[in-house]
């Protein structure tokens, strides 16, 4: 049985974890430019794989095959995630590799998330970001629900904008049946809940609300309400052409409100940008785009915002 993944409250880092479902929507790349644009505003910043499938950052940012990477810390081979952190050739910013080995576990066990989750909040660091899988596997939502800067990547087509949505969901579920996972009738409720089509007709959160005062009373259903309002990711628009589309992200703020009482920390939008582009179709590394870079120049401005 999975239990709550804690944090002790000594000073930490704050933690981003940058998640949206579907592969291909610029997670890695998102993670990287928010990771560059918090390192222009002086802060030192960490950058995780935590892509257990696909590590791939390295190579994003032109760096060698490291010979040390996250297994090593849950192997035990190093005792913690400062010794296997690597400088980036941008000074402020270190990188954690991350280790596809971690992938034959397939759902590695609470104990190696609650390992590396403890490591990286006390990173002597401003800010960790974690760059997550696709998918709504338990890893990636886990590590998506502990960060205090949840970051939600899609891009402007409507799927993507569908995915989104299913992520927020699957994470608001996986967080509420973690909540409810010592009281059986309670779990029962959430789990067929999580049914769209379920035949008690709860669609929204806010049925779901109404269904546990009806069978559990008013406490239980207020302590379901804050469970889900904890949940305040930050939603980017990645690869935006042109004005409206910057409107996806907005399009799931109004509906994650609307029908999972989720409420955004903040809504923003990267445009595309052909240099990014250029760069990964020829190997170049990421950190090589010019300040100019209007998707570099957008990171650096959002991060601005969202640490002030
Ligand atoms: N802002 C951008 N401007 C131009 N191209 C972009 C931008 N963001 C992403 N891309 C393009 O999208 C591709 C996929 O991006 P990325 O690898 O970051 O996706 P991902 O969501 O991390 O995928 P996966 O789930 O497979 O890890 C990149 O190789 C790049 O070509
Ligand atoms: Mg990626």
């Not at 952190?85 to 066990?109: D, H, K, M, W």
């Not at 090589?288 to 998707?295: F, G, I, Q, V, Y």
Request: glycine share 4%.
């Amino acid at each position: 049985m999975e239990a709550q993944i804690q944090i002790h409250p000594k000073k930490r880092a704050h933690i981003w974890a940058i998640g949206g479902g579907k592969g291909g929507v610029g997670k890695s790349v998102v993670s990287i430019l928010l990771a560059l644009g918090l390192a222009n505003h002086n802060q030192n910043t960490v950058l995780v794989d935590a892509d257990l499938g696909a590590a791939n950052l390295h190579t994003l940012m032109g760096m060698k095959t490291p010979n040390r990477n996250l297994n090593d810390l849950i192997s035990q081979k190093y005792d913690s995630i400062e010794e296997i952190c690597v400088q980036t050739p941008i000074s402020n910013l270190r990188l954690v590799c991350g280790a596809s080995e971690i992938l034959s576990y397939a759902n590695p066990p609470l104990s190696h998330k609650h390992k590396i989750v403890q490591s990286i909040a006390h990173m002597a660091a401003d800010h960790v970001i974690m760059d997550l899988g696709a998918g709504t596997s338990f890893n990636v939502l886990d590590f998506f629900l502990i960060a205090d800067k949840p970051v939600v990547v899609l891009t402007p087509q409507p799927i993507s904008i569908q995915n989104a949505y299913a992520f927020i969901r699957n994470a608001v579920f996986r967080r509420l049946s973690r909540m409810a996972q010592k009281h059986p009738s309670l779990h029962e409720l959430v789990r067929m809940a999580m049914n769209p089509k379920n035949d008690s007709q709860i669609r929204t959160i806010a049925d779901l609300y109404e269904a546990v005062q009806n069978s559990h009373g008013e406490k239980s259903a207020e302590r379901l309400m804050d469970t889900v309002h904890r949940i305040r990711p930050i939603l980017i628009t990645n690869m935006a052409r042109e004005q409206r589309d910057a409107n996806a992200a907005r399009i799931i703020q109004v509906v994650a409100e609307k029908y999972l009482n989720v409420q955004s920390q903040g809504v923003a939008a990267i445009p595309f940008d052909p240099l990014v582009e250029k760069l990964i179709a020829q190997m170049l590394p990421i950190t090589a785009l010019p300040k100019t870079s209007r998707a570099l120049a957008n990171a650096t401005a959002i991060a601005g915002k969202l640490i002030s």
